[in-house]
């Protein structure tokens, strides 16, 4: 491990101008837990309430779902660029150039998130044809219907993104909780009438995910609008790109997009591979996807809490502070997800039985999930959270270099040669995954113990 054996004494620290108590951390990383399994518990719930349509509804929406997780996870790149910047001048006292950050962080989200939405549907035959490969006919239909209604819902989930990462700069993680649960809400219930009560296709869980993004997108903006914020829209806002402060949010939000939008591009290409395995193996691949997602929560909740912790932190220019947290936090992520995937474990037959799965793809899944619980609970934190610290540090290209050339060698090339050429099949693709993982936490760690990060910002 990359933590230090030094021992130190929490309460002694606290007192001595550290910027977080540990009642402070749990402040504002309960709330992401809560906001994380609503967003994943959604996805679930989707894909299961979709299931009594039929089993090629679920394969259509869970393909279609790997595009749109891309996506977001583009704009929720930028947005971190955002709450980068912003929380550096939170950690510096200068509020004022921080709003100027809100103004242009939200204003390039609306225009790329608009140009994105434009392509995708200009794209939609390669999209269908092309990335997915050879998929029944009943799957493409599903697929073309649920793609063509929720991507107007693109430049919403866009802008909610970033609009939550200003919030989580402020150590505010309550508002974004408070909105993810309304959406969600919204979308559950629209999901449980348009699907039970009116007996509609894909188009039921379709729906209620643009109206319910709609809605959140609406609700974050008018919070911003609160002068009362530490992080608020400028009093005089106007519609204007301004060069040198963009230039800073993307220096930071440009190689995180690139390196998730990698990222899910080879998971698409992956999925691509799966794809041609047959109905069960996309199920299985969906099943696992989604469970699994779950028991990570409380992971990419912390690493969303630490990114925070560490820009105030870099802003104040205290890189003591920024180990500290690093090390605690990650701590505190280790024992959680532990729990958590033996808890999920425990409900493998509960699960397989909601989600209505056949013997062979039920059998499947099963393995994939307790393939991932072991290797979640040895090196998810490093692989995935560790590198926050880097990022907020401004190593961001570092970052990038090492997530991509692992997600492209390691993970696609791998799960072609061990899914597809030796026959391995869904199990091989995820194989390849956990090879990723190996390698990404090596990089990760060794940059973390060289230090160089700390003279990047």
Request: glycine residues 6%; positive net charge; proline residues 2%.
């Amino acid at each position: 491990m990359f933590f230090s054996k030094k021992k130190t004494k929490e309460n002694v620290k606290e007192t001595r101008g550290y910027l977080y108590s540990s009642r402070d951390l749990k402040k504002l990383i309960g709330p992401l837990v809560v906001e994380q399994y609503m967003a994943i518990t959604i996805g679930m719930l989707d894909t299961m309430m979709v299931s009594v349509v039929s089993e090629s509804a679920v394969s259509g929406v869970s393909l279609v779902d790997a595009i749109f997780i891309l996506l977001i996870n583009v704009f929720t790149a930028l947005g971190t660029g955002g709450a980068v910047i912003a929380g550096r001048y939170l950690g510096q006292k200068k509020p004022e150039q921080g709003c100027e950050v809100v103004d242009q962080l939200v204003i390039f989200t609306a225009v790329a998130s608009v140009a994105i939405m434009a392509l995708l549907y200009a794209c939609k035959y390669f999209v269908l044809n092309v990335v997915f490969g050879a998929i029944d006919a009943e799957v493409e239909y599903n697929c073309n219907v649920y793609l063509m209604i929720t991507s107007a819902s693109i430049p919403f989930i866009a802008c909610y993104n970033s609009c939550a990462a200003l919030f989580r700069a402020m150590n505010d993680s309550k508002t974004p909780m408070k909105i993810s649960i309304l959406m969600n809400a919204v979308h559950i219930i629209g999901n449980a009438v348009l699907l039970y009560v009116f007996r509609m296709g894909v188009e039921g869980v379709a729906v209620p995910t643009l109206f319910s993004r709609v809605l959140a997108a609406l609700c974050m903006l008018l919070l911003l609008k609160n002068q009362k914020n530490e992080l608020h829209f400028s009093e005089h806002f106007q519609f204007r790109l301004k060069k040198d402060v963009l230039k800073s949010i993307l220096y930071i939000g440009i190689p995180n997009s690139l390196e998730n939008s990698m990222f899910q591009l080879g998971k698409i290409l992956v999925l691509s591979f799966v794809s041609g395995m047959g109905t069960y193996a996309i199920t299985a691949n969906a099943i696992g996807n989604a469970m699994n997602a779950m028991a990570v929560v409380p992971g990419i909740s912390m690493g969303f809490a630490l990114l925070a912790v560490v820009s105030q932190c870099v802003g104040a220019g205290d890189y003591e502070q920024v180990k500290y947290y690093t090390k605690k936090i990650m701590k505190w992520e280790y024992g959680v997800i532990i729990a958590t995937n033996i808890c999920i474990i425990s409900l493998l037959p509960v699960i397989m039985k909601l989600y209505h799965a056949s013997s062979m793809t039920a059998d499947a899944a099963t393995k994939i999930m307790i393939m991932h619980a072991v290797m979640a609970c040895l090196i998810w934190p490093i692989s995935f959270t560790l590198p926050n610290t880097l990022r907020a540090s401004g190593d961001v290209i570092f970052t990038m270099a090492a997530a991509i050339v692992s997600m492209w060698v390691f993970r696609v090339i791998c799960a072609r040669v061990i899914g597809v050429t030796m026959g391995v099949g869904v199990i091989g693709v995820w194989i390849a995954m956990f090879i990723d993982w190996i390698f990404r936490s090596m990089c990760f760690t060794v940059r973390y113990k060289k230090g160089k990060w700390k003279t990047k910002a």
